[in-house]
Structures are given as C-alpha cells and as structure tokens.
C-alpha cells in the first residue's frame, strides 16, 4: 500500500459552544484571537502559525450549511469539555500566568513534563480545558 499523500499542517480546529458572544470575547480579549470572520453560527479566530480556531454555537450547524462557492458544509457538532492546546515561548509563561490571573481566569494545574516543558490549563467560560504549553512537551515541541 502506498503511502499517504502529504500534509501540510493543521489549518482548523473548533469548539462548540453555548454562548457565541461570550465565547468570542473570551478568546479576543483573554487569548488575544484576531476576529476574521462571523455570523450567526460560527466564529473564525485567527491562531498564530496561520491556524484558524473555529467558534460553533450548539447545535447551530446540525444541517448542510450552503456555500456562495457551490456544494454544502457538511452537518458537524460537538458536545462536552474540549481540549485544545497553544504553544508559548517558554519565556512568556510568568507572563501568561499574571496576564489570566488580571483577567481572573484561574489556573486549574500548572505541570512540568520529563522533556522539561511547563503547561498551564485553564478553562474557559464553556469549560472547555485549554492548555498553554512551553517547548519541552513532545518531541516536536
């Protein structure tokens, strides 16, 4: 069997969430996302590396959703605490750790991996868990 054709790197990923408005204003303000699109659906918010984290209203996407560009979104949801993981400079972590606790977003664990990486999890306003992660947590980072 041949093997797989190449990929380029992650472009996308989502949560689902109660709150749209909330959602988005907690990862504008406290994460520092960039706004680059959104309706009554979906939020699209820019991630460093030119990633693209995709904000879902609940069950806001049950259906085909239609395109300008022809064809449909496929239906897609989620449900439960979600993980998602954002790199950090290792010397950003104290800066991180102060700039959550002016935002009064608490620290749920704080770990120091074997590879000598440091990640701090919180959660957000749908408590979905999100991890900021020093180099030092897997072989690639």
Do not use: N
């Not at 996407?61 to 993980?83: A, K, N, V, Y």
């Not at 009064?104 to 999100?130: F, K, M, N, Q």
């Amino acid at each position: 069997m041949a093997a797989a054709p190449r990929l380029s790197h992650l472009l996308e990923t989502s949560l689902y969430v109660e709150d749209l408005d909330r959602a988005e204003r907690f990862y504008r303000e406290v994460l520092g996302l960039e706004s680059f699109l959104r309706d009554d659906r979906m939020s699209a918010l820019g991630l460093p590396g030119d990633a693209v984290l995709l904000l879902f209203a609940k069950r806001g996407s049950i259906s085909p959703t239609p395109t300008e560009g022809g064809g449909d979104i496929p239906p897609h949801d989620g449900d439960g605490h979600l993980h998602l993981c954002l790199a950090i400079p290792v010397g950003e972590l104290e800066s991180w750790s102060a700039h959550l606790a002016a935002h009064a977003v608490p620290i749920e664990s704080r770990i120091t991996w074997p590879r000598g990486g440091t990640s701090l999890y919180v959660r957000d306003p749908d408590g979905h868990c999100l991890e900021l992660a020093t180099p030092g947590l897997w072989p690639s980072w």
